[in-house]
């Protein structure tokens, strides 16, 4: 490493919001962080400036031309490689001395044990139609009892939300349950999140593509949801602050000057949670159909 490159140079002037001691801690934490795209290549980045000094990547993709205007690991020099060994060779940049583990496959029953080992915080960067994959990393998150932050882009801002021991259930939270089909659980995931808020009024709904999975997303909404994670990462692994796990869910959109903090008690069972589901299978009617063809129902 450069000779003038130290731990302690690098991150001194996160001292002052961050004590010493505390900095030492997040040196040593490990942050599992299950994709290495959008969200999870910006989180990978924002907890390497702020100092985290192991991590555990993993995602099968590699590096596409569409994903520039928002993965921050996306360049030319990195198009056609694996999304997590590309991330990993970018954080290294900033902290030459952070461990990496690079899993370039999906997080499933064979790998979980390895994607969990020693983390301190998991942090999801699944897609939003990754219903499955999402479900099964909350439920390894929960029988480890290790806190998961979730956090994408919605419009031009945020929401976030996460698990911790004693937290409501990701399933009570968004409905979800076995007997459902994919898209339905999607259906659910999209209600719990961007059921409601400003940018309904702005986006483009029809852009969705119920198919691929791709919707409108930009890099300054991406970069919004790796700050909060990231804010949530320190109060939750060094225990200060307010902490709000599930229920609490909060929406940040700067284009609408909006911030709403919402406390769902009830969780996917709520009248309301029920009504904002009706809504989006009307506004996402591609979904809908393959939700309708897959259970039968509407």
Do not use: C
């Not at 003038?4 to 962080?33: C, D, M, P, T």
């Not at 995931?189 to 309904?200: E, R, T, V």
């Amino acid at each position: 490493m450069p000779p003038e490159w130290s731990y302690e140079a690098a991150f001194v002037r996160n001292l002052g919001l961050i004590g010493k001691a505390e900095q030492q801690r997040i040196r040593e934490a490990r942050v599992a962080i299950v994709g290495a795209g959008g969200m999870g290549s910006a989180h990978a980045i924002t907890l390497a400036r702020l100092g985290v000094g192991r991590f555990t990547l993993a995602d099968p993709d590699v590096y596409e031309v569409q994903n520039f205007n928002r993965q921050v690991s996306a360049t030319l020099a990195s198009l056609g490689q694996n999304k997590a060994e590309a991330t990993a060779a970018a954080l290294r940049q900033i902290n030459p001395e952070a461990e990496v583990q690079v899993i370039p496959a999906r997080v499933s029953g064979e790998n979980a044990a390895a994607f969990f080992e020693g983390a301190d915080v998991v942090f999801d960067g699944l897609d939003v139609f990754a219903a499955r994959a999402r479900r099964l990393l909350f439920h390894a998150a929960q029988a480890r009892g290790v806190p998961v932050v979730s956090a994408g882009p919605i419009g031009f801002g945020a929401v976030w939300f996460v698990w911790a021991p004693g937290a409501m259930p990701f399933d009570r939270f968004f409905g979800i349950g076995d007997g459902q089909g994919e898209a339905e659980q999607v259906l659910r995931f999209l209600a719990g999140i961007a059921g409601q808020g400003p940018q309904l009024k702005y986006m483009q709904t029809h852009r969705v593509d119920a198919e691929t999975g791709a919707a409108p997303s930009v890099g300054l909404a991406v970069q919004i949801a790796a700050g909060a994670a990231a804010a949530e990462f320190v109060k939750f692994f060094l225990g200060r602050g307010a902490r709000r796990p599930l229920p609490w869910l909060f929406h940040f959109d700067p284009y609408a000057h909006h911030f709403k903090r919402y406390r769902r008690v009830l969780g996917g069972r709520g009248p309301l949670f029920r009504l904002r589901l009706w809504v989006l299978k009307r506004l996402l009617p591609g979904v809908r159909e393959r939700v309708e063809v897959r259970t039968g129902g509407g």
